[in-house]
């Protein structure tokens, strides 16, 4: 096989796996703002106040960082 073939057949499935991957990623229902909430163990999480989370369940975190 020529070399040009073997890149043209490199390209084309990169571009269909990365296509596929793309759609697929549209329909895993991972709504927008899911990363940011601290009980999501996702990114950011500071403030001194978690929303959505009770006060019980706000100081149990609390405690966990001061050990």
Known sequence: MKLS???VIIVLVA???FLGGYKLSAHTGTEPGYFGAVE???YGGGGDK???VSDEM???YKSLQQE
Do not use: L, M, W
Request: aromatic letters at 14%; a negative charge; hydrophobic letters at 45%.
């Open 15 to 17: 571009a269909a796996c």
């Open 58 to 60: 706000n100081d149990y």
């Open 5 to 7: 073939q073997f890149a």
């Open 40 to 42: 999501a163990a996702g």
């Open 50 to 52: 978690i929303e959505g």
